[in-house]
C-alpha cells in the first residue's frame, strides 16, 4: 500500500508535453499503482491469519458506485486490469485527453479474463476518476478489517520481541561482526520494542489512508474560491 502511494504521487507529477521517455515513466507508474493495489488485496484474501477475515465479501460488497452496483465485476475489472498489464504488456496509458497540461488518461473499456472467456467492463470514463473510486473504498475496508480482528488492540510481548532483536542481529548478513558484537553488548529495553511497535501501527494506518488524486483544474477551481 505504501508502493501505491508513491507509484500514484509519481503518475499525478507528469505534464505535457511529454518526451518518449517520460510517457513510458508515465505508464509505469500508472501500471504500478495497480499493480501494488491488487498485491495488497490478494494479500488480505489469502491471509489465514487474519481472523476474522471477511474482506473479500466487505469490498465485493462496498466497491459499488452510481450505475456501476456489481461489486464484483468492478473488483474483477481492477483484477484483469492489473493481469493485462503484467501478463499481456497492456498500456494502460495509452488513450488520453488533455486537461490544460494534465493528461487526463481515458481507462481501458474493457478488460478480458486470462482465458478471453469472460469480460469485464470500467466503472468510470477517465482512469483518474478509477482510482479515486478504489481510493474511496479499498483501504478503508482493509482498515476495517484489522479493526475486526483486533490488530490494533493486541499487545506485543517485550520479552519476544528482545529476543527476536538479538535474533535478527546475530543472523544479519550484512553488519560486520565488531558490529554485531556491540550492538550485543547492549542491553535493549523492552519498551524500546512497544514503541516500535505503536510506530508500525500508526504507519500501517497512515497507508491505508485514502490517496488524493484530484484533478489540476479542479484544485485550482477550488483555490479559487
Not at 88 to 106: C, E, K, Q, Y
Amino acid at each position: 500500500m505504501s508502493a501505491r502511494q508513491s507509484a500514484l504521487r509519481a503518475a499525478l507529477s507528469f505534464r505535457t508535453p511529454l518526451s518518449v521517455t517520460e510517457s513510458m515513466d508515465m505508464r509505469v507508474h500508472y501500471s504500478g499503482y495497480f499493480i501494488n493495489l491488487l498485491a495488497a488485496t490478494e494479500l488480505f484474501i489469502e491471509t489465514t491469519t487474519l481472523q476474522p477475515n471477511n474482506f473479500k465479501e466487505q469490498l465485493h460488497l462496498r466497491l459499488v458506485f452510481d450505475g456501476y452496483q456489481d461489486g464484483v465485476a468492478n473488483y474483477s475489472y481492477i483484477r484483469e486490469l492489473r493481469n493485462a498489464v503484467v501478463h499481456r504488456g497492456l498500456d494502460i496509458t495509452s488513450d488520453a485527453h488533455i486537461d490544460g497540461n494534465f493528461p487526463m488518461i481515458l481507462a481501458v473499456p474493457r478488460v478480458q479474463d486470462r482465458n478471453g472467456k469472460k469480460t469485464y467492463s470500467t466503472f468510470d470514463k477517465y482512469l483518474l476518476d478509477v482510482i479515486n473510486k478504489c481510493e474511496s473504498v479499498i483501504g478503508a475496508v482493509m482498515l476495517d478489517c484489522l479493526n475486526d480482528a483486533g490488530i490494533f488492540e493486541a499487545n506485543i510481548d517485550p520479552d519476544a520481541a528482545v529476543i527476536e532483536y538479538r535474533k535478527s542481529v546475530e543472523q544479519s548478513h550484512s553488519m560486520p561482526n565488531e558490529v554485531k558484537a556491540m550492538f550485543l553488548a547492549n542491553e535493549f529495553k523492552p519498551e524500546w520494542a512497544v514503541a516500535t511497535h505503536s510506530a508500525a501501527m500508526k504507519k500501517l494506518r497512515e497507508v491505508l489512508a485514502a490517496c488524493i488524486a484530484t484533478r489540476p483544474s479542479s484544485l485550482e477551481t477550488s483555490n479559487a474560491r
